[in-house]
């Protein structure tokens, strides 16, 4: 169980927006050390006032610390001073190195002024950075949460519409059958064998193509649509004859 902890946030806004981005990526524990939660924290939070309502509010780093089996840390400035010796992981290292952990995991962000202090971040058990320009490489608070939890959230299963489910291998063999119908009515190409020929060809492109449900019908309505009005086309000819 992954919670996200502020220590000591200086902006009551940020709070809000913390709070915001964990919703959206479907976190929901939230830990806060001398927080300055204020009615704009829950003006910024939106629909994840929940968060905040059941956030775990704490007086120290060191409450914290203890109620984790596993603590990381987040830096703007990896290298030099700002870091324990071990280097810093990227955001898509850290979801690898927790991928299958069980255990309680607690990830630590400073303050928006000086992040987390050398000292605070000794403690912890490797630290995480996001690559970002040498010109200005602090982000704010709210956005380097929203990067790491996008990490994170990668290889979650999460709802799917209906519209992105794949295709059924069913569903890809009616739009061979319906292919192959059209082929039929325009009598293209005239050898049978051949024709048989371009039937598998699709099929062939059909297999190797990641195709959705919806996709598939949307092919299957215009292919029947054009097979039947070609046969009304040749029966009104045979009748003319």
Known sequence: MISIVLVEPEGPANIGMVARTMKNFGFSRLVLVNPNITEESYSYAVHAADVLEDALVLGSFDEALELFDLAVGTTGKPGKSYIPERAPLMPWELAQTLRGYSGRIGLFFGRESIGLKNEELERLDFTVTIPTSEAYPVMNLSQAVAVILYELSKGRPGPRAHSLELATRREKEELVKAWGNLLGVLNYPKDAER????????????GRAVLYGREVHTLI????????????CWDAERREV
């Open 221 to 232: 309505g215009p292919i029947r649509k054009a097979a039947l009005k070609l046969e009304e």
């Open 195 to 206: 024709r048989e020929v371009f039937v598998r060809v699709f099929r062939r492109f059909v």
